[in-house]
């Protein structure tokens, strides 16, 4: 993979995290393509071959939906949210990019301690439609078996 | 504040009755020892687990009947056991896992083996090494199998219980529950379709009571709302049985118009639809009216047919602050294809990411930290008024007044 490529996917991942971790949910959509899949699936699942997510989008109406549910329908407390991304690794597969690379997702309850939230990993597959990279599959499988508290915003 | 440790010492129950519910029992750890002792290790039937989580003989899970680990087993013979999850010999957790298969257990730290029906095989160094040392003569294996707990399964959910005089899970559960049980576990093979496993900083009573809190749906979950899927003015009905510990609810889908129930609810916006409708695109696919029929079955199980989304929900107590929430999805083996993708597609509302399920986690938590402000003041429970009778629409507490009547009973409050 070329070094232009790996600074082009270094920005791109760093940029979804910080539209969610900004709450510029309106914005997450416009990394996909339309249709595509995005899953947030315990390790547990995902070893054992069970389909069950624990979000799945499958389109940009889904998309859409979800970022309008968190943000104007869903009641939940105050937090703030911090991703953390790294070892993003990528190879070139015909027109597509597969990705793989590791988050952690730390969330602040008001007057608690940070916590990780989840933990684990992106499997991605990008395509480039009009110059720009979008994901047209984002599978989080995160390591933690059971989740403290709520996914409110996706990961 | 902390509650005082003697709850009957300091706590006396509010004199309206079971149209009150003191805070001091979701707080007090006097009152969760209690619980432990006469709930969930007394003569009740806990939810362990789906009969297609261990299809075959060998295969095993690992659950929790209260506070207690335990392994749900599939012997040779194909009858499905249960164990204290613990060695017989010095008490080392057995099984790590959340499922797995083989023909024995074996303890890693002194290769103490059981066979799937719990009994000791062997041990090494039983007669000792060159003469030196060893058991006793007298030491016997059979007297040192696994802890066996009792076991029912009835059409592919299996239930446990620690206690000898628990009576028969079907006398448990009494005629009308059971009717709404055998709807869902009808005798068609599951297929299991996933996890979801969540912790809450609640105490469990709420998850119960999340459940049986009618009212709330149609204003806690905006989205609910929003997109025509449950309104207050829906047909619906609650039912208990004697106890009144367990309940089911049962609604039909309403009509998606603005009627004087939704004008009430302040965050109601009109005219939303969903970008994409595949979300909730459900279809009929049990007899009768009934699009949503939810159970609570006392003390750990929530049984839910919420449209094409069926699911159960463990409760596990980790005292009076706490529990986990572990959620088994599952769909029909002999089911189309397609019928499983909006089994998947709808779990979206389900679950600590949920669209609706969310707004309960998190509330259960706003819930318990608002209580702590003032363990000595009680909750309301007059919707609906103060009665205990079945009810055919949803404005009303009426299970949670029964719940409450049930368990003082059992608590002895
Ligand atoms: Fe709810």
Same mark, same amino acid.
Not at chain 1, 6 to 26: K, P, S
Not at chain 2, 182 to 189: A, E, L, P, T, V
Not at chain 2, 386 to 398: F, I, K, L, P
């Given at each position: 993979?070329?070094?232009?490529?790996?600074?082009?996917?270094?920005?791109?991942?760093?940029?979804?995290?910080?539209?969610?971790?900004?709450?510029?949910?309106?914005?997450?959509?416009?990394?996909?393509?339309?249709?595509?899949?995005?899953?947030?699936?315990?390790?547990?699942?995902?070893?054992?071959?069970?389909?069950?997510?624990?979000?799945?989008?499958?389109?940009?109406?889904?998309?859409?939906?979800?970022?309008?549910?968190?943000?104007?329908?869903?009641?939940?407390?105050?937090?703030?949210?911090?991703?953390?991304?790294?070892?993003?690794?990528?190879?070139?597969?015909?027109?597509?990019?597969?990705?793989?690379?590791?988050?952690?997702?730390?969330?602040?309850?008001?007057?608690?301690?940070?916590?990780?939230?989840?933990?684990?990993?992106?499997?991605?597959?990008?395509?480039?439609?009009?110059?720009?990279?979008?994901?047209?599959?984002?599978?989080?499988?995160?390591?933690?078996?059971?989740?403290?508290?709520?996914?409110?915003?996706?990961? | 504040?902390?509650?005082?440790?003697?709850?009957?010492? /300091?706590?006396?129950?509010?004199?309206?009755?079971?149209?009150?519910?003191?805070?001091?029992?979701?707080?007090?750890?006097?009152?969760?020892?209690?619980?432990?002792?006469?709930?969930?290790?007394?003569?009740?039937?806990?939810?362990?687990?789906?009969?297609?989580?261990?299809?075959?003989?060998?295969?095993?899970?690992?659950?929790?009947?209260?506070?207690?680990?335990?392994?749900?087993?599939?012997?040779?013979?194909?009858?499905?056991? +249960?164990?204290?999850?613990?060695?017989?010999?010095?008490?080392?957790?057995?099984?790590?896992?959340?499922?797995?298969?083989?023909?024995?257990?074996?303890?890693?730290?002194?290769?103490?083996?059981?066979?799937?029906?719990?009994?000791?095989?062997?041990?090494?160094? @039983?007669?000792?090494?060159?003469?030196?040392? /060893?058991?006793?003569?007298?030491?016997?294996?059979?007297?040192?199998?696994?802890?066996?707990?009792?076991?029912?399964?009835?059409?592919?959910?299996?239930?446990?219980?620690?206690?000898?005089?628990?009576?028969?899970?079907?006398?448990?559960? +009494?005629?009308?529950?059971?009717?709404?049980?055998?709807?869902?576990?009808?005798?068609?093979?599951?297929?299991?379709?996933?996890?979801?496993?969540?912790?809450?900083?609640?105490?469990?009573?709420?998850?119960?009571?999340?459940?049986?809190?009618?009212?709330?749906?149609?204003? #806690?979950?905006?989205?609910?709302?929003?997109?025509?899927?449950?309104?207050?003015?829906?047909?619906?009905?609650?039912?208990?049985?004697?106890?009144?510990?367990?309940?089911?609810?049962?609604?039909?889908?309403?009509?998606?118009?603005?009627?004087?129930?939704?004008?009430?609810?302040?965050?109601?916006?009109?005219?939303?639809?969903?970008?994409?409708?595949?979300?909730?695109?459900?279809?009929?696919?049990?007899?009768?009216?009934?699009?949503?029929?939810?159970?609570?079955?006392?003390?750990?199980?929530?049984?839910?047919?919420?449209?094409?989304?069926?699911?159960? @929900?463990?409760?596990?107590?980790? /005292?009076?602050?706490?529990?986990?929430?572990?959620?088994?999805?599952?769909?029909?083996?002999?089911?189309?294809?397609?019928?499983?993708?909006?089994? #998947?597609?709808?779990?979206?509302?389900?679950?600590?990411?949920?669209?609706?399920?969310?707004?309960?986690?998190?509330?259960?938590?706003?819930?318990?930290?608002?209580?702590?402000?003032?363990?000595?003041?009680?909750?309301?429970?007059?919707?609906?008024?103060?009665?205990?009778?079945?009810?055919?629409?949803?404005?009303?507490?009426?299970?949670?007044?029964?719940?409450?009547?049930?368990?003082?009973?059992?608590?002895?409050?």
């Amino acid at each position: 993979m070329s070094g232009d490529l790996q600074r082009e996917l270094e920005d791109l991942f760093a940029h979804y995290a910080e539209v969610i971790d900004d709450g510029d949910l309106e914005r997450w959509p416009e990394f996909f393509t339309d249709p595509s899949l995005y899953r947030i699936v315990s390790k547990e699942n995902w070893d054992k071959k069970l389909p069950m997510s624990l979000m799945r989008c499958e389109s940009m109406g889904m998309l859409k939906d979800r970022a309008f549910a968190s943000q104007k329908l869903n009641v939940y407390g105050p937090r703030a949210w911090r991703h953390f991304v790294s070892q993003i690794r990528a190879r070139v597969e015909g027109d597509r990019i597969v990705a793989r690379s590791n988050f952690v997702l730390y969330e602040t309850l008001i007057e608690h301690q940070p916590q990780v939230l989840c933990l684990g990993r992106y499997l991605d597959v990008l395509v480039r439609q009009e110059g720009k990279l979008l994901f047209a599959e984002r599978i989080c499988v995160y390591d933690n078996a059971i989740i403290p508290g709520s996914i409110v915003l996706p990961v | 504040m902390t509650a005082p440790a003697d709850p009957l010492g /300091g706590f006396v129950w509010p004199a309206e009755g079971d149209s009150r519910a003191p805070y001091w029992i979701y707080l007090d750890q006097g009152i969760y020892r209690r619980e432990i002792e006469r709930i969930f290790e007394g003569p009740t039937w806990s939810y362990a687990g789906l009969e297609c989580e261990l299809p075959n003989p060998g295969d095993w899970k690992r659950s929790t009947i209260g506070e207690k680990s335990v392994l749900i087993v599939r012997g040779k013979d194909g009858v499905v056991r +249960g164990f204290l999850n613990k060695c017989a010999h010095r008490g080392v957790k057995l099984c790590e896992e959340h499922t797995g298969s083989g023909e024995e257990f074996m303890c890693p730290y002194h290769q103490w083996v059981y066979d799937l029906e719990g009994k000791l095989m062997g041990l090494p160094f @039983r007669r000792g090494v060159k003469g030196k040392g /060893g058991m006793p003569d007298d030491f016997d294996l059979s007297e040192h199998g696994l802890t066996p707990i009792r076991v029912h399964v009835r059409t592919g959910a299996i239930f446990a219980t620690l206690h000898a005089d628990t009576p028969d899970f079907e006398s448990y559960l +009494g005629e009308t529950i059971l009717g709404f049980y055998d709807r869902i576990f009808s005798g068609r093979k599951l297929k299991l379709l996933g996890y979801q496993r969540q912790r809450l900083a609640a105490n469990w009573k709420l998850m119960l009571e999340n459940i049986k809190d009618t009212c709330h749906a149609s204003l #806690l979950h905006v989205f609910f709302v929003t997109f025509g899927l449950f309104r207050v003015d829906n047909p619906s009905k609650v039912r208990m049985d004697e106890t009144g510990l367990h309940t089911g609810l049962v609604s039909e889908r309403g009509q998606q118009e603005l009627t004087d129930g939704t004008r009430q609810m302040a965050s109601f916006q009109q005219h939303l639809a969903l970008q994409d409708p595949r979300l909730l695109d459900t279809v009929r696919e049990f007899p009768g009216d009934a699009t949503v029929i939810m159970h609570t079955i006392w003390p750990n199980l929530i049984l839910q047919q919420q449209s094409n989304t069926l699911a159960t @929900r463990q409760i596990v107590p980790r /005292g009076p602050g706490e529990f986990d929430l572990h959620w088994t999805f599952f769909g029909y083996e002999d089911e189309p294809e397609e019928l499983t993708q909006r089994r #998947l597609r709808q779990a979206n509302l389900m679950g600590p990411a949920g669209l609706v399920s969310m707004d309960d986690g998190e509330i259960m938590i706003r819930a318990q930290e608002g209580m702590a402000v003032d363990a000595r003041s009680a909750g309301v429970i007059e919707m609906g008024g103060r009665d205990y009778d079945n009810a055919d629409h949803m404005v009303t507490d009426v299970a949670l007044r029964a719940f409450y009547r049930g368990y003082r009973k059992v608590m002895g409050l």
